[in-house]
């Protein structure tokens, strides 16, 4: 049983709790959201037991608790490390979304980006290099890191999850290592057109 989805922690103002059918009957986020939790938490002590139990391994962590990871930095003003973290939290989480077969999975990325983003992308978007940097960084630990997570989390997030899968949950294997490196070089060329837009460089 999936229990304790990220549905319930990603929406913004509503708990939908799904039983999911299927192959996503095995998916088990309840680890993560309750870790996101302790991320998030009130107490300074708490948020900083549960940042150094993610960063003792954040290869093995799903793409939210890196979100909220991202967002436990920004409480403690470490904004180039937040916004490394939120980068590389997208990317994964994207690579995630274009390795699941339901599409409308995707949808958990913007919800991911507006719970997280703004007051990362406020402080990155003061300096172009800061983009650079911080994105560079994301990117490139994504790149020589493991992904040692269960990727279908994203599926509880699509139609799949309330009407049962209809094919396979996810892409073949094979087809995982190319995906990666062409999400990896859409998101930099993406960024770039996004910084050419904005500072016309």
């Given amino acids: 049983?999936?229990?304790?989805?990220?549905?319930?922690?990603?929406?913004?103002?509503?708990?939908?709790?799904?039983e999911?059918?299927?192959?996503?009957?095995?998916?088990?986020?309840?680890?993560?959201?309750?870790l996101m939790g302790r991320l998030l938490h009130a107490d300074p002590?708490?948020?900083?037991?549960?940042?150094a139990e993610v960063l003792a391994a954040p290869e093995r962590m799903m793409p939210p608790v890196l979100f909220a990871l991202s967002a436990n930095l920004v409480a403690e003003g470490e904004m180039a490390d937040a916004a490394a973290w939120f980068y590389a939290a997208q990317v994964r989480a994207r690579f995630d979304a274009v390795r699941c077969t339901d599409t409308t999975a995707a949808s958990a990325?913007?919800?991911?980006?507006d719970r997280f983003g703004e007051?990362?992308?406020?402080?990155?978007?003061?300096?172009?290099?800061?983009?650079r940097r911080a994105?560079?960084?994301?990117v490139a630990w994504d790149r020589s890191a493991p992904h040692d997570y269960d990727h279908r989390w994203i599926a509880l997030h699509g139609m799949g999850a309330f009407t049962g899968p209809s094919a396979e949950v996810?892409?073949?294997?094979?087809?995982?290592?190319?995906?990666a490196a062409r999400?990896?070089?859409e998101y930099l060329t993406g960024l770039r057109e996004v910084l050419a837009e904005h500072f016309g460089r």
């Fill in 119 to 131: 007051p990362v992308n406020r402080w990155a978007f003061a300096d172009p290099a800061r983009v």
């Fill in 109 to 113: 990325l913007a919800v991911l980006r």
């Fill in 45 to 51: 002590a708490i948020r900083a037991a549960a940042r």
């Fill in 20 to 34: 999911p059918q299927g192959e996503l009957r095995t998916v088990d986020t309840s680890g993560a959201v309750a």
């Fill in 183 to 185: 999400v990896r070089a």
């Fill in 170 to 179: 996810s892409i073949p294997c094979e087809e995982w290592e190319p995906a």
């Fill in 1 to 18: 049983m999936a229990a304790g989805r990220l549905a319930g922690m990603t929406a913004l103002g509503r708990k939908i709790v799904v």
């Fill in 135 to 138: 994105a560079v960084r994301g």
